[in-house]
């Protein structure tokens, strides 16, 4: 995606005419205008001039946003709006309290004004016809932007602004006009009729009013950005670079991709690295949230932006400039805000024709009160209340707002949302499928007992083991070798290494085969105890994974790693189940040791020996059934993340993830996922919300304004319609900044919502089965299914654990499951193919 910054919008209408220009040019494939930030994002393969061409061609200017933001990273965002507004209503304000003081203080209660103006009425309306003059000069963009509108034919709320104020003081003339030759002819009643029709202090009070509003409109917005200009304001200016010997000082925007720096105790880490000497304490709250210091080793990797708390580092640059971790994060709210959220076309649709239908209304308001018999001034007042109040800007900040405030929220948690799409659908998610290995546990395999065989002694296991594993890259490799270490053995070379894909591995060392695996495989090379075989089965009972080695035909024992559940997952679980939520575990494990993992954590569902390449195929099964987030860490997370609904990536793991993901969670904690449901339900919430105000308020403002309710005594002057549609703006942008105080890690206010639960149907049903060894097993199996009535047929598999049930009449899953484990086989999954 490519951003731009335009400039010159003022409201919906502005933003839906250049989202039109842009999609019509050739070669753009997306196009979301956000009025808040000015800013625009662009998919496809047209060229940036041809882009800008257009946005000018509609009226606005535009220019490369990224060109900027690179040229001046801290500067991309300073508020330059806000100062001009002030000091431009400033000296409105002034001009109008004078010209309020001579048009309803000297008329209304006889405030003294100068002698010389006693009696002359006409130089009473000279003087407020040059005060509203000033007034209409120092806020001439209004008039500017609204006519240059008008004449493309795509009136904005400027427009609105300019016709409402413009008319009131072309009226103002004309009867400053009439009251001079009243005047002249002596008819003082007549000169006594035009002074209240004057409405030079409207004039003013509108342009002044509505810049009032634009002024806190400002402020509202560059609240909204907070969140992304702290981000930006992290990123270290200097960096200490070790050239020839000799450490030097220069700006962090030049350290380069393999230099070495160092960071000594309470200085900030300039770009991403690698630690290559020193230990120290790294504080990350910046970038993830978390309070607590990180200690750091060589080995370790750092982030820019985080600080040294404790030792000297010396570390080689990884990432530098656009590719460091903070620019990726700030890239990813940014772009969260530049993107365009669905709901959003909801007010974009109504901000299309809203102008015209507004200037249409307030066309047949004065009309309708010209052949009801009413003067001119009382039909011009309400004709130009419709124009003022009317406020289509309420309706385009609705969204975007938010969105801004969640998305900010979302990265001071360390919870970044890519897309404004990803953080309204987030909380619409029914079903969340978990990786098992690096999200629901460590991801850190250790091991936890040794069993070596009768007559062996556990030190000749762990060095045949160790022997072989330093060859693999496993992580349950890592894991015997590091146990290995800590025990002192020393790594040994073997020869002949072979890895037995899925199985084990072998090789030779000092002229005998060692080999090493599962107890399948092992079990296919030599007959094994009984004790041996009950030892694994319990080990997998328990979730760990039992690893056997032999010397030559001969077992030497057994080693059990296991992968621990990170503290937080089980209670990450309960609050997604709290949500109305389903949570399913995917796992590559055996069904024995992911059960074990499944029952720890809680899980209402567990898919086992699932292949990399399967996950995304069990993904596609789960969104037959809702809407599925897809939570993952690994490389061979990615295929099941671009399937799901909503990818979200934990922060920690492979970028090929974060890549593939919608969301990414930076603290790498399960915890997060409940969070992110809770920021992104508020969010659309806050949304709804704004929408409703915003239509609420037209739907009762312009009527009012229109004269709907004269009959009851109910009129509206069209300063108050100015100032009402100023404050329907600020009101919009003040709702969306409660988000801040959003706690999206409080679960006692959750609330199930009721799901859409799909009626048992006919259609077939795949049953993941344990346990069958054999054709009996079949039998045993097929046997049972096909007594259930309402199964036609069961076609049973032992070698690939699953039975494909055809249904002929509608059957709900418990029933096949439980059918299969009365049997004596246990069901681990039950998946659904519908007719």
Same mark, same amino acid.
């Given at each position: ?24 040019? &050739? ?38 946003? +990224?060109?900027? =933001? ?13 100062? %001009? ?81 413009? *008319? ?57 950005? +907070? ?35 160092? *960071? ?135 969204? &975007? ?7 900010? *929220? ?60 330093? %060859? ?9 070798? /590091?146990?290995?270490? =800590? ?20 090789? *030779? ?13 092992? $079990? ?11 030892? $694994? ?34 209670? $990450? ?25 499944? +029952? ?11 292949? &990399?390449?399967?996950? /995304? ?49 930076? %603290? ?111 039998? $045993? ?26 249904? +002929?009449? &509608? ?25």
């Amino acid at each position: 995606m490519k951003r731009y910054e335009v400039t010159g919008m003022s409201c919906a209408a502005c933003s839906a005419r250049v989202e039109r220009a842009v999609s019509a040019v &050739p070669g753009v494939t997306g196009c979301a205008v956000n009025l808040l930030t000015g800013s625009m994002g662009v998919e496809g393969t047209a060229a940036p001039e041809t882009v800008i061409a257009a946005v000018q061609a509609a009226g606005y200017g535009a220019s490369i946003q +990224d060109e900027k =933001q690179e040229a001046a990273p801290r500067d991309a965002l300073r508020d330059t709006e806000t100062p %001009k507004i002030r000091r431009r209503l400033m000296a409105s304000a002034a001009l109008l309290l004078v010209l309020m003081y001579v048009s309803m203080g000297h008329m209304m209660w006889n405030w003294p004004l100068p002698g010389w103006f006693a009696g002359n009425h006409v130089a009473i309306g000279l003087v407020q016809l040059l005060l509203a003059g000033c007034i209409l000069v120092l806020n001439r963009s209004f008039f500017i932007s609204g006519f240059r509108s008008l004449w493309r034919r795509s009136p904005n709320m400027d427009t609105l602004v300019a016709l409402g104020a413009g *008319v009131s003081f072309a009226w103002s003339v004309y009867v400053l006009f009439a009251m001079t030759d009243a005047q002249l002819q002596g008819d003082m009643d007549r000169v006594m009729t035009c002074m209240d029709q004057l409405y030079f202090e409207s004039a003013g009070m509108i342009l002044t009013l509505i810049t009032l509003g634009k002024l806190l409109e400002a402020r509202s917005k560059g609240k909204t950005t +907070d969140a992304i200009r702290s981000l930006m304001q992290l990123a270290p200016q200097t960096a200490t670079v070790i050239r020839n010997g000799r450490e030097e000082t220069i700006p962090a925007e030049q350290v380069q991709k393999g230099d070495i720096f160092a *960071v000594r105790p309470g200085e900030s880490i300039p770009v991403d690295g690698v630690i290559l000497s020193g230990e120290g304490a790294v504080d990350e709250s910046a970038l993830t949230g978390e309070s607590i210091p990180v200690d750091k080793a060589p080995g370790d990797t750092v982030c820019a932006a985080t600080i040294n708390h404790a030792g000297y580092l010396r570390c080689e640059a990884t990432r530098v400039g656009e590719d460091t971790t903070l620019s990726r994060i700030v890239r990813m709210v940014s772009d969260a805000a530049a993107t365009k959220a669905p709901i959003a076309k909801i007010a974009d649709r109504v901000s299309g024709v809203f102008v015209p239908v507004v200037l249409a209304l307030a066309a047949v308001t004065l009309l309708v009160w010209l052949l009801l018999g009413y003067g001119a001034g009382f039909a011009l007042a309400r004709g130009i209340s419709v124009l003022v109040i009317s406020c289509p800007c309420a309706l385009g900040l609705a969204t &975007p707002v938010a969105i801004m405030v969640g998305s900010g *929220v979302g990265a001071r948690h360390g919870i970044l949302f890519k897309t404004a799409v990803s953080l309204e659908e987030t909380g619409k998610v029914q079903i969340v499928a978990l990786d098992k290995t690096g999200t629901i546990t460590q991801g850190e395999p250790r091991v936890t007992d040794v069993l070596p065989a009768p007559g062996v002694d556990a030190r000749t296991l762990l060095t045949a083991a160790a022997a072989l594993e330093a %060859k693999s890259e496993h992580p349950l490799a890592r894991a015997v070798l /590091a146990y290995g270490e =800590q025990q002192g053995i020393s790594r040994q070379e073997v020869t002949d290494f072979t890895v037995h894909t899925g199985s084990g591995l072998s090789g *030779v060392l000092d002229g005998k085969r060692l080999t090493g695996g599962s107890l399948r495989f092992i $079990a296919s090379g030599i007959p094994l105890p009984p004790e041996a075989v009950r030892t $694994a089965d319990a080990w997998s009972e328990q979730g760990k994974t039992p690893l056997l080695f032999m010397e030559d035909g001969v077992l030497l024992g057994m080693l059990a790693v296991a992968d621990t559940i990170r503290e937080d997952s089980p209670e $990450a679980i309960r609050q997604l189940q709290g949500m109305g939520i389903r949570v399913v575990m995917l796992t590559g494990d055996n069904a024995r040791t992911a059960r074990a993992i499944g +029952d720890q954590a809680g899980v209402d569902q567990v898919i086992s020996d699932v292949l &990399p390449e399967e996950k /995304a195929a069990e993904i596609r099964r789960l969104r037959q059934q809702g809407r599925v987030a897809m939570v993952g860490d690994g490389i061979n997370d990615a295929p099941g993340l671009t399937s799901a609904d909503m990818g979200i990536a934990i922060g920690a793991g492979a970028d090929v993830a974060i890549d593939a993901a919608d969301l990414v969670l930076m %603290k790498s904690r399960l915890s997060d996922v409940p969070a992110a449901i809770r920021l992104s339900r508020s969010t659309l919430r806050n949304i709804h919300e704004n929408l409703f105000w915003a239509f609420f308020y037209n739907v009762i403002g312009i009527p009012l304004a229109a004269g709907v309710f004269v009959p009851l005594g109910l009129t509206l002057n069209p300063m108050f319609g100015a100032a009402a549609m100023s404050l329907s703006s600020v009101c919009v942008v003040g709702n969306a900044l409660r988000l801040n105080f959003c706690r999206i890690y409080d679960a006692r206010r959750d609330h199930r919502r009721r799901q859409r639960t799909a009626p048992a149907k006919t259609g077939t049903r795949i049953l993941q089965i344990e346990g069958m060894m054999c054709g009996h097993c079949e039998n $045993a199996v097929r046997t049972a299914l096909e007594a259930i009535e309402g199964v036609g047929a069961a076609r049973v598999s032992h070698t690939a654990g699953t039975a494909v049930v055809t249904l +002929d009449a &509608p059957v709900e899953d418990p029933v096949l499951r439980q059918a299969v484990e009365k049997a004596g086989y246990p069901v681990t999954a039950v998946t659904r193919q519908e007719e």
